[in-house]
């Protein structure tokens, strides 16, 4: 089956969902979680007098290692001294003006070389690889949430979901309670695309890119061949979804 672009409006809720603060996922770095990544060993220091930069970090066992064209200092910090030590003992001189990391930048992401990436309007519309740059900041990357996907199953072989479909937690809930070891095989269609969009692979030259392509998928069959489903089958899937470490549960249904 052909995985087709997805509404930018559940795109745009689904990237911030996931980039903001779903069981603590975001861009990581020497700062701690959620921080901007910086260099282990320097800091940028702004000395009072900047012709005694060289006396002031060798009285802190560090090295001076020049200026930029504004007078900041670039201090290279003794072996096993951490940054928030060092910044901690710079910052309470009555020589030094400011202290602060030496933060770390990074080239944002080529589009993903998929064969469909270029029809999915709405990635662009939300800037998808200016946040992909962000986090997870690679294709290659993995471990992202539990994505469930509460609906008519999923096509387990799919070249674009079969590296990471977590089919062993998932579960068949159309009778109305959940059943582990019943198939989770997608007989409508819908389960399948709603996968897609959601964590496609990315950059692997098929099909297409999904939102959140790092995160592994949960299937659980609420739905049946014609698309429809019970009340307590949806929330039976939801609870189990709920037990088996999904962070994000999609629903694309009504009633």
């Not at 670039?74 to 003992?89: E, N, T």
């Not at 992202?144 to 998932?170: C, E, F, Q």
């Not at 999904?210 to 429809?228: Q, R």
């Amino acid at each position: 089956m052909r995985l087709a672009a997805f509404p930018a409006t559940g795109l745009a809720a689904l990237v911030t969902l996931l980039a903001v603060g779903v069981g603590g996922a975001g861009a990581t770095g020497a700062g701690g979680s959620g921080s901007i990544n910086r260099d282990a060993s320097t800091i940028l220091v702004k000395f009072a007098k900047p012709s005694q930069a060289r006396a002031i970090a060798g009285q802190e066992g560090d090295a001076d290692l020049g200026e930029t064209a504004g007078k900041v200092s670039i201090i290279r910090l003794a072996p096993g001294k951490g940054v928030d030590k060092a910044l901690d003992r710079y910052q309470r001189r009555h020589d030094v003006v400011d202290a602060e990391a030496n933060f770390l930048a990074t080239a944002a992401l080529a589009p993903p070389n998929d064969t469909s990436y270029g029809a999915q309007w709405s990635l662009v519309k939300v800037d998808a690889i200016g946040g992909w740059s962000v986090y997870p900041g690679s294709y290659a990357a993995a471990a992202g949430p539990i994505i469930a996907v509460a609906d008519t199953g999923v096509d387990v072989t799919h070249p674009d979901l079969s590296g990471h479909l977590l089919v062993g937690s998932g579960a068949n809930c159309v009778s109305g309670t959940c059943d582990g070891a019943a198939s989770v095989a997608d007989d409508n269609g819908h389960g399948t695309h709603v996968s897609g969009i959601a964590a496609a692979l990315a950059d692997n030259q098929t099909g297409i890119s999904g939102v959140a392509f790092n995160s592994p998928v949960l299937p659980l069959k609420a739905l049946d061949w014609t698309g429809t489903g019970s009340y307590a089958g949806i929330s039976s899937a939801i609870d189990w979804a709920m037990s088996h470490g999904a962070k994000v549960i999609n629903l694309s249904l009504g009633g």
